[in-house]
């Protein structure tokens, strides 16, 4: 039968009986393999409409979506899914392909082990080689390494499983280097700062002291940055933790090492402490395949809650780029009680951020305030990227002219033309989450900033 003839047959048979699942799937697979997508993205959603819950179904609208590249309508149905208790193992699979996509590697990688790891069967050699992950050749050398570990501590060869591999900075930054963001500057003063160096005042109001901030918002905005000005400014230590850090610390090792993480904190206080993709350890303690990593979990938060030590003196920052993916335990008091969105600078902030970034650069009357009106959108990564375009061009002119020169307003304008703002993917998706799951009105900030409310 050709093609044509085989797709009538089967909408025949479905029009008989359109309460059969694996038959309209059969049919939208059939018609996106003959690239006929519309038509199968029409039938999914009429499936949806009837059985709106049916997973295999919102799976493979998804995979529809994406093989029209529709990568955003697809990433809002498959984040849907994933951020489910115990999510399906195709649906975490389908999320790395998509998070690769964007260019988001690591959470890809993150995705692709969960998936693997609930079902072994669904390994892809082309993920694989794209992210780096080969399960069999990192099973088989963590089982030796296991091996090793047992056969050292029988011997007495090991006196302590925990070696911390965290190092602390002296951030030589503060306030005056992070642009704009005034507001936010404010509440750290208020939530963390002034507790740290006047806590007799706090007292006497009767005011708990601790508790974390949040920082959340697109890529690039300068959550990092302020975190290492919020230790500059105390003229604290300061230590960036990534979440995956710790998640790939092997599990009953990393338990230790997490605790051995806060009490080296606390041993250097004041110091700052400061959790990037915050969201990677939140997300995954309601799908935890693993007792061993739900204790994780439950560790970092009794750690928050300063349960075995006090956590005086060690101020509490973390980040995120996907708020709708922490576990609400996160936000309870005294851990990420302050949940503060970072949004891309206004054009006053751009204009001090650009001050900043050329500061001690050869320049020639930049009109930074010109620069700032015409680069609406960008974020402070963005235009540090236009910098150091403009810089390099200024350098390679140098080098075959032989005469440096400074820079000029002009230089910055041509390089603000190669440099795409980098924010406008993630409020493509921030702002689904904030129109149809703002519980508590928690992401008016993003409502607002999109001109939505
Ligand atoms: P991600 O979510 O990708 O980790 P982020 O929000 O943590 O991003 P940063 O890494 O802090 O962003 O910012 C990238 C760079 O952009 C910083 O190293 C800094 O040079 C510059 N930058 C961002 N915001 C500011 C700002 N407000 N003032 C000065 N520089 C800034």
Redesign the pocket.
């Known amino acids: 039968m050709n093609d044509e003839k085989s797709i009538e047959a089967l909408r025949t048979a479905l029009e008989l009986s359109p309460e059969n699942v694996p038959l309209r799937i059969h049919l939208s697979d059939v018609l996106v393999r003959l690239r006929q997508y519309e038509d199968a993205e029409s039938l999914l959603r009429i499936g949806l409409g009837k059985d709106p819950d049916n997973l295999t179904m919102k799976l493979s609208l998804a995979e529809t979506f994406r093989a029209q590249d529709k990568i955003n309508e697809a990433m809002v149905l498959v984040e849907s899914l994933v951020g489910e208790r115990n999510p399906d193992a195709n649906a975490l699979l389908l999320h790395a392909k998509l998070l690769l996509h964007t260019g988001d590697e690591r959470h890809a990688a993150q995705q692709y082990r969960s998936a693997i790891d609930a079902n072994g069967d669904l390994v892809d050699d082309t993920l694989s080689e794209q992210l780096g992950i080969f399960p069999d050749r990192e099973w088989s050398n963590e089982d030796a390494e296991q091996r090793d570990w047992a056969a050292r501590e029988h011997a007495g060869d090991v006196p302590d499983r925990v070696e911390t591999t965290f190092e602390f900075e002296r951030p030589e930054i503060s306030f005056e ?5 005034d507001a936010l500057k404010d509440e750290i003063r208020m939530k963390i700062i002034h507790p740290l160096t006047h806590p007799e005042i706090y007292e006497a109001y009767g005011k708990k002291i601790g508790g974390g901030i949040l ?1 959340y ?12 000005a919020t230790a500059g400014q105390v003229k604290a230590k300061f230590m960036s933790v990534g979440i995956h850090q710790i998640l790939d610390m092997w599990i009953g090792n990393s338990e230790k090492q997490l605790h051995a993480l806060f009490d080296q904190a606390r041993r250097n206080r004041p110091c700052v402490l400061f959790f ?2 915050v969201d990677a350890l939140g997300a995954s303690r309601a799908d935890m395949k693993t007792s061993g990593s739900r204790h994780l979990i439950n560790q970092f938060l009794s750690e928050l809650d300063g349960v075995s030590a006090s956590n005086e003196g060690v101020l509490i920052l973390a ?3 996907a708020p709708w993916h922490l576990d609400s335990a996160f936000r309870r008091p005294g851990r990420f009680d302050r949940v503060l969105f ?1 949004p891309p ?1 206004d054009q006053e ?1 751009r204009s ?2 650009l001050d ?2 050329l500061a001690g650069k050869p320049t020639d009357r930049v009109d930074t305030r010109l620069l700032a009106k015409k680069t609406e959108g960008l ?3 963005d ?2 990227a236009v910098v150091d375009i403009a810089i390099e061009a200024k350098l390679r002119a140098a080098m075959q002219e032989g005469i440096p020169k400074p820079l000029v307003t002009k230089d910055l304008q041509k390089a603000n033309g190669q440099v795409k703002p980098s924010t406008a993917e993630w409020f493509s998706t921030a702002k689904n989450y904030a129109m149809f799951s703002n519980q508590g009105g928690a992401y008016d900030d993003i409502l607002d900033y999109l001109k939505l409310r």
Do not use: Q
């Open positions: 280097d992070v642009g704009g963001m920082l918002g697109p890529p690039g905005c300068g959550k990092t940055h302020l975190a290492r990037d993709e980040a995120t780029n970072v600078p902030a001090a951020i900043i970034l974020s402070g990564a235009l540090k």
